[in-house]
DNA sequence: GCCAACGTTGGC
DNA sequence: GCCAACGTTGGC
């Protein structure tokens, strides 16, 4: 059992859209970086639970928890010529990106700021207060976890 | 909208 | 393989 975060601007893709899908699953597509690839590809389990994240938001923060609901497939809008996400470099044969899909679990009764993260003793060194940070896939100590999860219940 | 911090691309 | 140029992310 793993924990994640895992980043959207909400302007595209919310916690509040998540909520309102069908099943409230979605596939979480578009990500085209090698190392997020590479964790959900590889590392992320039916079960982990992850944080979703705003970003590029007013306020950034953490705005709800999901659940890994299916381990890493082809990204499909890498063969959709229309999508702004198509790869004309992949090949169904040789798929270049892999997603998973995400389920609902909760929403935060408020937005857990990034500020409010930063200001927190018991969060230095998490990687996404890294500065320079921008991977939007990545691992969340079981610690810390714990802590942000007692934050948002507070 | 600005810009720091990356990541990627491609000429050499 | 180096690295300059360019593109992207994401906080502010």
């Known amino acids: 059992m793993r924990y994640w975060l895992m ?3 909400p302007e595209a893709f919310s916690i509040d859209d998540l909520a309102s899908r069908p099943q409230q699953t979605e596939l979480w597509d578009g990500v085209r970086n090698y190392q997020a690839r590479n964790m959900m590809r590889d590392e992320m389990q039916v079960g982990d639970l992850a944080f979703f994240y705003h970003s590029n938001a007013k ?4 705005a709800g928890v999901m659940r890994i609901a299916r381990t890493a497939c082809p ?4 063969f959709e010529m229309a999508s702004k996400y198509y790869d004309p470099t992949s090949t169904p044969d040789a798929p270049r990106w892999m997603t998973v899909e995400v389920t609902f679990v909760s929403k935060c009764p408020q937005l857990l700021a990034l500020e409010q993260l930063k200001q927190d003793p018991a969060l230095s060194g ?6 320079g940070n921008r991977l939007s896939v990545m691992p969340v100590a079981k610690e810390h ?3 942000i999860m007692q934050l948002i219940e507070k």
Do not use: C, F, N, V
């Open 7 to 9: 980043k959207s601007e």
């Open 59 to 62: 306020p950034s923060g953490i």
């Open 75 to 78: 990204d499909p809008t890498q």
């Open 126 to 131: 998490m990687q996404l207060l890294r500065k």
């Open 145 to 147: 976890w714990h802590y």
